[in-house]
């Protein structure tokens, strides 16, 4: 089946190259600029080269034509992008590549392409994963979710290459939440860490964290043995660990009271605020998820995020 990346962004230029060592994939940017003929995305993923197999365009419609798009863009402008060029995906099977929930509405990228496009396909391709090691080459593993478990199947078998592994489930819901809500636990890891405030702290944020995340996604009728799998503990894991995370990085700038680039997308800043509404809608208590909300809007610094933590009312685990 032929298969097309739509959006050069770091993740979507790395599934590129690494798609296109089982055969022809074409990556659709909406400024290709020199990267056809540099073989190479100097400003996104400089240092990994094209495989001979992976072209370059910019016309839409002419990567649309594949049988499986793989849609890069980021969350908050998920929506957008697929209402602008709906004729070009109804009736596709289209797999999301980001991560985050929808500010405006509250949905996941699945619900998202669902809601704009009802004849098509959707999936998502979640996981711990960092772009520069999937271009490298280097082993990792990912989960595909699609509520169709035959077409699943069929996008696990196409997607898996030498260096990525996939796994499948049907549980969309789960995937989605696993891969959005451990970008805001990044992100009160990160301003933990630079804030000082030491190793044994950020393992207890990813531990209450991780029950948050457990919490939110039984409320939506979720698995919880998604959770506990690459979607959700695996990505949580590696984001909340690594400086290579923006939502990690983030956070650290938070801790650290320094600025951070604004030009650089963090897709845990807006879902830690959507997540922080729906809670609050459905009457679920997420107090790190409501504190990270705090700080990526300015109402708290870390000191009073923390104390206000601290100072909870004693519970079992």
């Not at 849609?71 to 602008?84: E, G």
Request: charged letters at 20%; one cysteine or more; glycine letters at 10%.
């Amino acid at each position: 089946m032929s298969i097309a990346v739509l959006g050069a962004g770091a993740f979507g230029t790395a599934l590129a190259i690494s798609l296109a060592q089982n055969g022809p994939v074409i990556l659709w940017a909406r400024d290709p600029g020199d990267m056809a003929h540099l073989r190479e995305n100097r400003a996104r993923l400089p240092g990994c080269r094209f495989p001979d197999g992976l072209s370059v365009t910019g016309d839409l419609p002419d990567a649309a034509a594949a049988d499986i798009l793989l849609i890069a863009v980021p969350m908050q402008k998920l929506r957008a992008f697929l209402s602008d060029h709906a004729k070009h995906f109804a009736d596709k099977t289209l797999v999301a590549c980001c991560k985050g929930i929808e500010l405006e509405s509250g949905l996941g990228p699945v619900a998202v392409m669902s809601e704009v496009l009802p004849t098509a396909t959707p999936a998502i391709l979640t996981g711990p994963s960092f772009a520069t090691d999937i271009a490298r080459g280097l082993p990792t593993a990912l989960t595909l979710a699609c509520a169709e478990d035959k077409k699943g199947l069929r996008l696990q078998q196409s997607l898996t290459t030498p260096n990525l592994r996939i796994y499948r489930t049907t549980d969309t819901i789960g995937a989605e939440l696993g891969g959005a809500l451990k970008n805001v636990i990044a992100i009160a890891c990160g301003a933990a860490m630079g804030a000082g405030l030491g190793e044994s702290a950020r393992a207890a944020l990813m531990t209450r964290g991780y029950a948050e995340m457990q919490r939110l996604a039984a409320r939506l009728h979720a698995d919880p043995r998604t959770l506990s799998g690459l979607s959700g503990f695996g990505d949580l894991s590696l984001t909340c660990t690594s400086t290579q995370s923006r939502n990690y990085r983030l956070g650290l700038s938070i801790g650290k009271g320094e600025g951070f680039d604004p030009a650089v997308t963090v897709e845990g800043a807006a879902t830690a605020l959507a997540v922080d509404a729906l809670a609050r809608k459905l009457g679920l208590d997420l107090p790190i998820t409501a504190a990270v909300a705090g700080l990526v809007e300015n109402r708290l610094d870390v000191k009073s995020a923390m104390e206000n933590l601290l100072s909870r009312p004693l519970k079992e685990e």
